[in-house]
């Protein structure tokens, strides 16, 4: 997704001076306390602090307040405004070179937890935008996508897969406004995907964690008029929403039983929980027995179903020994290339060939995760150039993608509750450049699984906005998918 809090839409007039329209530069919803800071520059001048406020929802915030807001969301496709206090009002037309540098905190991304009550580390996200903006109204009409495509083969009953998608694979024009929640899904419909729908909660859900009843209605409105089932809900664990402390244990419980909650008011019969503490997991188990949930502990990048710390969720699971409790197979664990979305990403954003082609080299060592991320921000540094460059994606590139074998797969397939068929491009072949999707098929099928596959297309995170149209994407791979697998006998 496109790392700007700016457009070239951003800059407005305000009775107090001038504003800028701020975009969350992320692909969820986030606390206003996951702001950490906020710099402007305009037409060469540093403007003071005590000059800039926020305004969200009609309520106006000095920039010193926003860490203490933790009860305050940024909801994804809010837009709120960041006032700079002048001698005189802009007008429409009038211009002027903006730099806006920024940095957030991802709450529920953490690196290591706080110590003696403080506060953790998580990953941070940095912006640095410089932009020539003219004092517009506001922004120009959202495009309507409307390209079709053939109708999909009808599914039949030797089918090993059910297919769907998670709306995650819009993230980047639900954010800008192209889509609301119902056309999203005629969108979605149109195009003949499904029917399986999964959701991030921090993302579509502007009560977030709440489910409210004016959304469930909404919700079930429109799965009944296009027969959508309802297959994952995803549930972040925000640790960090604090800025002065982590959530502590009956926090981390209380916020994941709201999530359970509003899973089970929206129809899922599964949950995809991002921790898996043994003490949140046996205080959450009688709960997910009460609601009827599945818990699926999501296996994601740089980690494996054989990594250390999956062993240990592996080894909580036998002790407590229920089917409820597995796992959510995400492929970007098991790429055998980085993926060429992101590589013209970090070429965009001033890696010239040499930087590259290291990157992609210390991606192919067997060194861990941490290790990687700081050999290459070490590397980058050494050749003076500012990491920030690139927002979180110096450490994202290797979180995000993984080069574990595809059968380690076969090792847990019983316990596997759902995969999320995580993709990034399809090319002119219909194939997935980076990810192997026939020898993946062949794992699954073979090894007896007969979940969903869920659609997820994550090339928003380094793709411009509007440079394809991710859900004809999403149906060009179910095309690959269901090739795949019906090209393989299922085993008896």
Same mark, same amino acid.
């Given at each position: 997704?496109?790392?700007?809090?700016?457009?070239?839409?951003? $800059? =407005?007039?305000?009775?107090?001076?001038?504003?800028?329209?701020?975009? +969350?530069?992320? /692909?969820?919803?986030?606390? +206003?306390?996951?702001?950490?800071?906020?710099?402007?520059?305009?037409?060469?001048?540093?403007?003071?602090?005590e000059?800039?406020?926020?305004?969200?929802?009609?309520?106006?915030?000095?920039?010193?307040?926003?860490?203490?807001?933790?009860?305050?969301?940024?909801?994804?496709?809010?837009?709120?405004?960041?006032?700079?206090?002048?001698?005189?009002?802009?007008?429409?037309?009038?211009?002027?070179?903006?730099q806006?540098?920024?940095?957030l905190?991802?709450?529920?991304m953490?690196?290591?937890?706080?110590?003696?009550?403080?506060?953790?580390?998580?990953?941070?996200?940095?912006?640095?935008?410089?932009?020539e +903006?003219?004092?517009t109204?506001?922004?120009?009409?959202?495009?309507?996508?409307?390209?079709?495509?053939?109708?999909?083969p009808?599914?039949?009953?030797?089918?090993?897969?059910?297919?769907?998608?998670? +709306?995650?694979?819009?993230? !980047?024009?639900?954010?800008?406004?192209?889509?609301?929640?119902?056309?999203?899904?005629?969108?979605?419909?149109?195009?003949?995907?499904?029917?399986?729908?999964?959701?991030? %909660?921090?993302?579509? $859900?502007?009560?977030?964690?709440?489910?409210?009843?004016?959304?469930?209605?909404?919700?079930?409105? !429109? *799965?009944?008029?296009?027969?959508?089932?309802?297959?994952? *809900?995803?549930?972040?664990?925000?640790?960090?929403?604090?800025?002065?402390?982590?959530?502590?244990?009956?926090?981390?419980?209380?916020?994941?039983?709201?999530?359970?909650?509003?899973?089970?008011?929206?129809?899922?019969?599964?949950?995809?929980?991002?921790?898996?503490?043994?003490?949140?997991?046996? =205080?959450?188990?009688?709960?997910?027995?009460?609601?009827?949930?599945?818990?699926?502990?999501?296996?994601?990048?740089?980690m494996?179903?054989?990594?250390?710390?999956?062993?240990?969720?592996?080894?909580?699971? !036998?002790?407590?020994d229920?089917?409820?409790?597995?796992?959510?197979?995400? *492929?970007?664990?098991?790429?055998?290339?980085?993926?060429?979305?992101?590589?013209?990403?970090? =070429?965009?954003?001033?890696?010239?060939?040499?930087?590259?082609?290291?990157?992609q080299?210390?991606?192919?060592?067997?060194?861990?995760?941490?290790?990687?991320q700081?050999?290459?921000?070490?590397? $980058?540094?050494? =050749?003076?150039?500012?990491? %920030?460059?690139?927002?979180?994606?110096?450490?994202? !590139? *290797?979180?995000?993608?993984?080069?574990?074998?595809?059968?380690?797969?076969?090792?847990?397939?019983?316990?596997?509750?759902?995969?999320?068929?995580?993709?990034?491009?399809?090319?002119?072949?219909?194939?997935?450049?980076?990810?192997? /999707?026939?020898?993946?098929?062949?794992?699954?099928?073979?090894?007896? /699984?007969?979940?969903?596959?869920?659609?997820?297309?994550?090339?928003?995170?380094?793709?411009?906005?509007?440079?394809?149209?991710?859900?004809?994407?999403?149906?060009?791979?179910?095309?690959?998918?269901?090739k795949?697998?019906?090209?393989?006998?299922?085993?008896?």
């Open positions: 997704m496109p790392n700007g809090l700016l457009d070239e839409s951003s $800059l =407005r007039a305000h009775p107090d001076g001038l504003a800028l329209s701020l975009t +969350l530069p992320w /692909y969820r919803s986030l606390w +206003l306390s996951s702001v950490t800071s906020l710099r402007l520059t305009i037409d060469g001048q540093d403007v003071p602090q000059d800039l406020s926020l305004e969200l929802g009609g309520t106006r915030y000095a920039l010193p307040d926003l860490p203490a807001q933790s009860e305050t969301l940024w909801y994804l496709q809010e837009h709120p405004l960041l006032i700079v206090r002048r001698d005189r009002p802009a007008a429409t037309g009038d211009h002027h070179s903006v806006l540098i920024g940095e905190r991802l709450p529920y953490q690196i290591a937890p706080g110590q003696d009550g403080g506060p953790g580390m998580y990953v941070p996200n940095f912006v640095n935008q410089e932009l +903006l003219s004092v109204d506001g922004p120009a009409p959202a495009p309507l996508l409307t390209t079709a495509a053939a109708p999909p009808p599914a039949t009953g030797e089918d090993p897969f059910a297919l769907g998608l998670t +709306l995650y694979s819009a993230s !980047a024009e639900f954010r800008a406004g192209w889509y609301d929640f119902d056309g999203l899904l005629n969108r979605v419909a149109d195009l003949g995907i499904g029917p399986g729908i999964e959701i991030v %909660a921090s993302q579509v $859900l502007p009560t977030y964690p709440h489910v409210t009843d004016d959304f469930a209605r909404a919700w079930q409105t !429109a *799965f009944d008029k296009h027969g959508f089932t309802a297959s994952s *809900f995803g549930a972040n664990l925000d640790m960090g929403r604090r800025r002065d402390r982590d959530m502590t244990p009956d926090e981390e419980y209380e916020f994941t039983e709201t999530l359970f909650h509003g899973a089970k008011k929206l129809g899922f019969p599964l949950v995809r929980i991002q921790s898996a503490k043994p003490g949140l997991l046996r =205080r959450l188990l009688p709960l997910a027995e009460k609601l009827e949930l599945k818990m699926a502990y999501e296996i994601h990048a740089p494996g179903p054989n990594s250390p710390e999956i062993m240990k969720v592996r080894d909580v699971y !036998a002790e407590l229920s089917p409820l409790l597995g796992f959510v197979a995400d *492929f970007s664990s098991t790429m055998r290339s980085m993926s060429p979305t992101l590589l013209r990403a970090v =070429r965009r954003a001033g890696l010239d060939d040499d930087s590259v082609d290291t990157l080299a210390i991606w192919a060592t067997d060194a861990p995760m941490r290790a990687r700081e050999e290459f921000i070490g590397y $980058l540094k050494g =050749r003076d150039f500012d990491p %920030a460059r690139l927002g979180s994606f110096a450490h994202l !590139a *290797f979180n995000m993608h993984g080069h574990v074998s595809p059968a380690e797969w076969a090792d847990i397939i019983p316990q596997i509750l759902h995969v999320h068929a995580k993709f990034y491009d399809i090319d002119e072949h219909g194939d997935e450049p980076a990810v192997d /999707y026939p020898e993946l098929v062949r794992v699954f099928v073979e090894g007896g /699984y007969r979940g969903y596959w869920s659609s997820e297309w994550e090339g928003h995170a380094f793709a411009e906005l509007g440079e394809v149209d991710p859900l004809l994407l999403v149906r060009k791979q179910h095309d690959l998918i269901r795949s697998m019906r090209s393989v006998p299922a085993t008896a």
